[in-house]
Every structure is written in structure tokens, then in C-alpha cells.
Nanobody
Framework: VQLQASGGGLVQAGGSLRLSCAASGRTFSIYDMGWFRQAPGKEREFVAAVSRSGGNVYYADSVKGRFTISRNNAKNTVDLQMNSLESEDTAAYYC??????????????????WGQGTQVTVSS
């Protein structure tokens, strides 16, 4: 499956952005979908994930209550709505697809396919 992320940009602290990831290729609904981020000099970290049906969602503690992940299996898309953005949210954001784990993974190793990053910069 090929993944294309979009929606990044520059926003002031307290603002909002909506990231979108479009998938093409194999059947989208067989994949758990996740969003990860990586800031300069830091390791890639889990942000949010959604199960194959969309019925279960998971968030990192740092974004819980501010970010919302959703997917549309008819449109082969997964979105990440980011509200109340903070300077600490500045990073390259990556969407990922995985189908090899029984449970939705919070680890990058649980995902098989990755999109290119989209940069989110939050100015304070």
C-alpha cells in the first residue's frame, strides 16, 4: 500500500491543523493505521492509532484530549485533527499502515508501510 500524507504547515500555538493520509494499492480496511512524529534530534514517537474497523482509537498521553484520529474506509483515508497545538508538537508527522499484529500497535515496528512526512511547525 502507498501512503501520502498532507496537511502540515505553520500554525501559532493554540491553533489547529488537520493532517490527512490517503492510501492506494491494497485493501485499506485490512490495515491498522497510525500517526507518528519525529522532531529533530529525537526518536520517532507514537501519536495516535485507529483499528481496522475504526472502532478503537489510541493516543499518546501527550496528545490525548487535543488530537483526534479518524478513518474513512470508503475513501481510503485517515485523518488527524490537531487542536490546541503546542510548540512541543513541532515535528515531521508520518502516517503508517500495519496488518501483522493482533492488537493495534503503539510501536513503529508494528507498521509495515509508511508515508512521507509532513512538517508541522507550531510557533509560540
Amino acid at each position: 500500500v502507498q501512503l501520502q500524507a498532507s496537511g502540515g504547515g505553520l500554525v501559532q500555538a493554540g491553533g489547529s491543523l488537520r493532517l490527512s493520509c490517503a492510501a492506494s494499492g491494497r485493501t485499506f480496511s485490512i490495515y491498522d493505521m497510525g500517526w507518528f512524529r519525529q522532531a529533530p534530534g529525537k526518536e520517532r514517537e507514537f501519536v495516535a492509532a485507529v483499528s481496522r474497523s475504526g472502532g478503537n482509537v489510541y493516543y499518546a498521553d501527550s496528545v490525548k484530549g487535543r488530537f483526534t484520529i479518524s478513518r474513512n474506509n470508503a475513501k481510503n483515508t485517515v485523518d488527524l485533527q490537531m487542536n490546541s497545538l503546542e510548540s512541543e508538537d513541532t515535528a515531521a508527522y508520518y502516517c503508517a499502515a500495519g496488518s501483522t499484529t493482533v492488537l493495534v500497535s503503539r510501536s513503529a515496528s508494528g507498521y509495515d508501510y509508511w508515508g512521507q512526512g509532513t512538517q508541522v511547525t507550531v510557533s509560540s
